[in-house]
Each structure stands twice: as structure tokens, then as C-alpha cells.
């Protein structure tokens, strides 16, 4: 399908246009989709008419309001989106910090313009960023910040990185061409529609709910809600252009009720092609510019021991239960790690074992004891024995999925 054309004035992005490099050929930086694809569930079509709200527009299935997202091909826009995200995290009083040092390859300092670092900023709190996008090849994605901001460009093979408040530059590659797909970025309403459409089968209600107006376009509403009790997702809601299909605005709510976990929609939206000058891209006199090869770690191996020992631990990970009270299952081999016993104690963890611990809610069952770590979306149960049963689901059903593990 021919790239979408349109004269609108009305001015946003669609930032899943946006891909940025990798570690070493990538155009790939994704916000944690472990909660978005924890959080999407399966999803079963429940046909529906939109027949109310406003604007008037022709009646739609949800099933056809669905083609119609997949069959979206926007390729040149530009504008601004917000996204706001409270998974409800506890603070950690500073030792987050310690929990995360180390984070940067072995024997590399890192580049705080690095994307794969600076991007995880989206996973908390309120942001604005202005995106723009003209094609495969070329997208921009700026993160507006108090007194600076940080921004990637990708134009062709060149993939760059620039944080205005440490005037740190950070370079890396892209294959020209490449399709996009895996590269998206799923901070964007696009982006995290897709992740939430991955899959469909009949444990999920999808409905067409009314019509609205969003960044000044017209827009019908879909609906996406779990029919199985025990998810802490409560609804999810996608508003989606009615001329062009791209999602203009993504909310998922906890069953919980209260604010939405994420908010992300767009404020301004124009399909006009950008300038070509918005990819140009130098870095400035005096920045620090970082390659992305001088930060891998060294070539004999591209993991450090820990990481070889959390990868081999996914290559087997198993999952119990499906749709959206679907539970992984993996094997941390930490015997105590939980309640800070064991490599908790002298360990690799110190003393951040036993504090984290104690921000969990002891439960006991067929499987032994453990601890309950939540957010207002995403929860873990680490058990005493080393196992981690994760999801999208209630603390009693991880402690349910635990028990039948047994």
C-alpha cells in the first residue's frame, strides 16, 4: 500500500515510525515491553457497532476496526505525543541506583545519549515527545525534559543519539531498508495497540465503544477487556483515526480502577512530509561522541555471567494458565533471594536483598513460601526455592499458579 497523503494541518507524530540503533546493528529501542506484552493478553473478537458519541461517523465492526489498523501504512508525520505511566512503583529511596550500577557493558563507561539507556525514562512518570517520521529510513523522536532535551535521529545507516544537558553524543548504525516491524518503538499509541494485538483468541472482549475526537481528527473508540477474573488489567481503550487507522490514543486501566497505567496519545498530528532537514544531524562543538562498538563488552563474550545465567534461565521459561491471566515461570537459582536469604545475605544482592524483601507481602501455599513483589499492573512471587512466577495477574493468582506448579 502507497504511503498515506494528506493535506491536515493538524500537527503530531507517530513515534513508532521511530527505530534507533542497537548494541550493534539496530534500529531497535523499545521501552520495557515486559509490561505491555505481560499486560496485551489474547485477544477475541466480539463484533460491535459505534453508533454512538461524536463524531458521526459510518458504522464499524470491531473486527473491521481491526484490519483497519493493520492495513494503516502512515509513513510521513510529524508532532507531538504525551505519555504518562504510573505502574505504581514503591521508592526506593536512592538504592535503585545500586541496584542499576553495573548496568553498562563490562570494562565500557556508557553515554547517558545512549537511546537503549535513556528511553527506559518512559516507563515512569509524565513526558513529552515530538516525533517526526518520513518513511523507513528516517525518523526523529526529541524527549522534552525541564531545561534540555535529548534526542535520536535515525537518517539511513547513521543512527544518532544527543543528550543537550551532558552535550554527550552517541553514534550507532542502522540496515538501510530494513522493514519495520520488530524495530518499532512501542511508546507510541501505535506501538502499544500492537503490542496489545498480538495475538487473538477467545479469552478477550474487543468492542467498538462510540466515537471521538483526538489531536483534532476524528476517531473511533475500541474497547479490549479481559473476560477471566484474576488479570489486574481492567480495560484497555484505543482511539483510532478514522480516515488513516493509525491509533491516536492508547489508556490501560487496572482492574483496580484508579488513574490509568499508561496514557499515551497524541496532542498535534500532521501527515504532511517533514522537512528534510528535520534528520540533519552534527554533533555540536565540544560533545562527547561515543561509537557504538567501543562500549561492547569484550568479544569473547557478549554477556557478563549473570546475564548467561538470566538467558539461560529464559530459554526455558514456561508459562501456566493463558490469555490474560497467563503466569511465566523461571528459575532465578537463588534459594532465599525473596526474603534476602541466602545470595541475598554475602551475596551479589548485600543488603538490598534484605530491603527489597521487605517491600514484598510474604505468602505461603502448596509450594512452599515466598514473596509477592506488586505493581498496579505487572506482579511477581519469588519463591524461597528461586522460582519467579510473573504477570499481568493477582497475588492470589500467582500464588494459584505456584501451587499447581507443585
Known amino acids: 500500500m502507497a504511503?498515506?497523503?494528506?493535506d491536515d494541518t493538524t500537527a503530531v507524530a507517530d513515534a513508532d515510525e521511530l527505530r534507533a540503533a542497537r548494541r550493534r546493528k539496530a534500529a531497535r529501542y523499545v521501552v520495557p515491553a515486559a509490561v505491555l506484552g505481560l499486560a496485551a493478553g489474547t485477544i477475541g473478537l466480539v463484533p460491535a457497532l459505534a453508533d454512538s458519541g461524536s463524531p458521526d461517523l459510518p458504522k464499524i465492526t470491531a473486527e473491521e476496526l481491526i484490519e483497519k489498523i493493520a492495513a494503516s501504512d502512515v509513513q510521513?508525520?510529524?508532532?507531538?505525543?504525551?505519555?504518562?505511566?504510573?505502574?505504581?512503583l514503591p521508592d526506593l529511596g536512592g538504592l535503585e541506583g545500586d541496584l542499576m550500577s553495573g548496568a553498562t557493558p563490562s570494562g565500557g563507561e556508557g553515554s547517558s545519549a545512549d537511546p537503549s539507556a535513556k528511553l527506559t525514562e518512559l516507563a515512569t512518570g509524565t513526558h513529552t515527545l515530538r516525533v517526526a517520521a518520513d518513511g523507513p529510513d528516517k525518523q526523529k523522536l526529541s524527549l522534552l525534559e525541564n531545561a534540555a532535551e535529548y534526542s535520536m535521529i535515525h537518517n539511513g545507516k547513521d543512527v544518532w543519539g544527543y543528550d543537550s544537558a551532558s552535550n554527550e553524543v552517541y553514534h550507532g548504525t542502522a540496515d538501510e531498508g530494513t522493514e519495520r516491524g520488530a524495530e518499532e518503538t512501542p511508546a507510541t499509541p501505535k506501538g502499544l495497540t500492537e503490542e496489545a494485538l498480538k495475538a487473538v483468541d477467545d479469552t478477550t472482549s474487543v468492542t467498538v465503544d462510540g466515537t471521538a475526537q483526538v489531536a483534532g481528527r476524528d476517531a473511533y473508540k475500541l474497547l479490549i477487556e479481559p473476560k477471566q477474573s484474576g488479570s489486574t488489567v481492567g480495560a484497555i481503550s484505543v482511539a483510532v483515526d478514522a480516515r488513516t487507522g493509525m491509533p491516536l490514543k492508547f489508556t490501560l486501566t487496572p482492574a483496580s480502577g484508579g488513574s490509568a497505567v499508561v496514557d499515551a496519545g497524541f496532542t498535534?498530528?500532521?501527515?504532511?512530509?517533514?522537512?528534510?532537514?528535520?534528520?540533519?544531524?552534527?554533533?555540536?562543538?565540544?560533545?562527547?561522541?561515543?561509537?557504538?562498538?567501543?562500549v561492547e563488552a569484550p568479544e569473547h563474550s557478549s554477556q557478563r555471567p549473570e546475564e548467561e545465567e538470566l538467558a539461560k534461565g529464559l530459554e526455558g521459561?514456561?508459562?501456566?494458565g493463558e490469555g490474560w491471566t497467563s503466569v511465566a515461570v523461571l528459575d532465578s537459582g537463588a534459594e532465599g533471594a525473596a526474603s534476602g536469604a541466602g545470595r541475598g545475605d554475602t551475596g551479589e544482592l548485600g543488603a538490598a536483598g534484605g530491603f527489597l524483601g521487605s517491600l514484598g507481602d510474604e505468602v505461603n501455599g502448596k509450594f512452599g513460601s515466598?514473596?509477592?513483589f506488586?505493581?498496579?499492573?505487572?506482579?511477581?512471587?519469588?519463591?524461597?526455592?528461586?522460582?519467579?512466577?510473573?504477570?499481568?495477574?493477582?497475588?492470589?493468582?500467582?500464588?494459584?499458579a505456584a501451587d499447581s506448579a507443585k
Not at 504511503?3 to 494528506?6: L, R
Not at 528534510?276 to 552534527?282: G, I, L, M, V
Open 3 to 6: 504511503p498515506y497523503e494528506s
Open 76 to 88: 510521513q508525520l510529524s508532532g507531538t505525543v504525551k505519555i504518562s505511566t504510573d505502574l505504581g
Open 317 to 320: 521459561l514456561n508459562v501456566i
Open 370 to 372: 515466598g514473596t509477592v
Open 374 to 400: 506488586k505493581t498496579r499492573l505487572v506482579n511477581a512471587l519469588i519463591t524461597d526455592d528461586g522460582k519467579v512466577y510473573v504477570g499481568a495477574v493477582t497475588k492470589d493468582a500467582l500464588v494459584k
Open 268 to 294: 498535534q498530528v500532521s501527515f504532511a512530509k517533514p522537512a528534510a532537514s528535520t534528520f540533519d544531524f552534527t554533533p555540536p562543538k565540544g560533545a562527547k561522541v561515543t561509537e557504538e562498538d567501543s
